[in-house]
């Protein structure tokens, strides 16, 4: 019986407070992360072919129910490249020099996840991203230099898991998967396109 008024009373203080509300089997209703991102570029391997540690991203999300998510991810990378010293024939002109080759991106993203078991220690979760890219382009040899600055349009589907440190913790673990595409075009640079295959591991704290 003293169960029962108990939970009848917490009932009430809900729908009087509806800011106190928790998703059943959630016992959070918003989380943010953040951690570095290890990134290899897919598109025009010729210009970039080197693997980047120079990243990171953080993430919001807010739940609308027990199992999706949104929110928005701010993110950057870069990547470079270094090419020996050798003759660049370009049909008119000829220099011999050594080449520094450089890429990089802020990413704003609007994102949506589905999380296929909320609330427990072990949390899988797939979504998909779409925002705004700034990319930059640039090019060094001997004391000259080249740059484009170009926006465009992004899209990054993603997959990953939280690793709660406990059943009940605040903090997580997290490690996401994911192909981020943004829609530049940099014909100088002979990019149509700029795809990359990113792993973005860090801590993710639980909003209780």
């Given at each position: 019986?003293?169960?029962f008024l108990a939970a ?14 928790q998703f059943?089997?959630?016992y959070y209703?918003?989380y943010?992360?953040a ?12 210009f970039?072919d080197n693997?980047s ?6 993430f ?6 027990d199992r ?7 993110s ?9 010293p ?6 008119t ?16 993203t609007?994102?949506?996840?589905y999380?296929?078991r909320?609330g427990q ?5 797939a ?8 990319s930059?382009?640039?090019?060094y040899y001997n004391i ?6 170009k926006w ?8 990953g898991?939280?690793f709660?440190f406990?059943?009940k ?7 996401t998967?994911?192909?981020?595409h943004?829609?530049v075009?940099a014909?100088?640079?002979d990019y149509?396109?700029?795809s990359a ?8 704290f639980?909003?209780?």
């Amino acid at each position: 019986m003293l169960g029962f008024l108990a939970a009848k009373d917490l009932l009430a203080q809900q729908v009087s407070n509806p800011e106190s509300v928790q998703f059943v089997g959630t016992y959070y209703d918003k989380y943010f992360g953040a951690g570095p991102i290890a990134s290899v570029p897919l598109s025009n391997r010729d210009f970039i072919d080197n693997r980047s540690l120079r990243g990171a991203r953080f993430f919001y999300r807010e739940l609308i129910n027990d199992r999706v998510s949104a929110g928005f991810d701010l993110s950057y990378l870069a990547y470079d490249d270094y090419l020996p010293p050798r003759v660049f024939d370009d049909g008119t002109t000829a220099i011999f020099t050594d080449l520094y080759n450089a890429v990089e991106q802020y990413a704003v993203t609007v994102s949506g996840e589905y999380n296929f078991r909320p609330g427990q220690q072990i949390m899988p979760y797939a979504g998909l991203g779409g925002g705004a890219s700034y990319s930059t382009f640039a090019l060094y040899y001997n004391i000259y230099s080249d740059a484009q600055n170009k926006w465009s349009g992004l899209i990054r589907p993603y997959a990953g898991v939280f690793f709660r440190f406990s059943d009940k913790s605040t903090w997580a673990a997290f490690t996401t998967a994911s192909f981020d595409h943004a829609f530049v075009k940099a014909p100088d640079y002979d990019y149509n396109g700029f795809s990359a295959f990113n792993l973005h591991v860090g801590l993710v704290f639980l909003d209780w």
